[in-house]
């Protein structure tokens, strides 16, 4: 069951859903538009492999602050929200990129947020065939909750669980053999 803007405010209110900083203007229809923070990492085009079972990811990515960004053609980026949200174990959420966005080329892969995550949400951001400006503070997802049938026996206690601002990939370190 997706929730309606009258389901949100209910979550809300009593506080199961958690949105801070919160804004009225973010409930919609069937969901919340969350606001682009004032972070990005982007990407860096090298050579050498990043190595996925404990390589430092760091140095494939510049981190930037600032009130805006300029998202370049077909760069790929990290960016983050301003809210920083909470969710309860018997809901989940799809994240889409509020069309306004899409319509002007720019893309993201398919994101979930999983039941009991709570952090700002750090997004993979694809540019479009132009170079796009964007603001700290606008309006550039849109997150739909899907009600679970029942509660999770396993909630989301990752290794992303509370992050804040642009999160880097957290590689584990695994064994061979």
């Known amino acids: 069951m997706i929730l309606s803007d009258f389901d949100l405010w209910n979550y809300l209110n009593r506080g199961r859903i958690v949105v801070e900083p919160f804004e009225p203007s973010i409930v919609r229809e069937n969901g919340l538009d969350l606001r682009l923070g004032d972070e990005i990492a982007r ?49 989940m959420a799809f994240v889409e ?7 002007l080329g720019l893309f993201i892969p398919p994101t979930i947020v999983d039941a009991n995550f709570e952090g700002q949400l750090t997004i993979e951001l694809v540019g479009g065939p132009f170079p796009v400006k964007l603001y700290k503070g606008d309006r550039f997802l849109h997150i739909i909750f899907a009600k679970l049938t029942s509660q999770v026996e396993k909630p989301y206690k990752g290794k992303y669980q509370g992050q804040r601002g642009v999160t880097l990939p957290r590689l584990d370190k695994q064994r061979k053999g």
Do not use: N
């Not at 860096?44 to 190595?51: A, C, S, T």
């Open 43 to 91: 990407m860096k085009r090298l050579e050498e492999p990043l190595d996925t079972h404990g390589g430092e990811v760091s140095k494939y990515y510049t981190i930037e602050r600032g009130e805006s960004f300029i998202i370049r053609p077909y760069e790929h980026v990290l960016a983050t929200t301003l809210e920083y949200i909470k969710l309860p174990s018997d809901l």
């Open 97 to 103: 990129l509020r069309s306004t966005y899409a319509r």
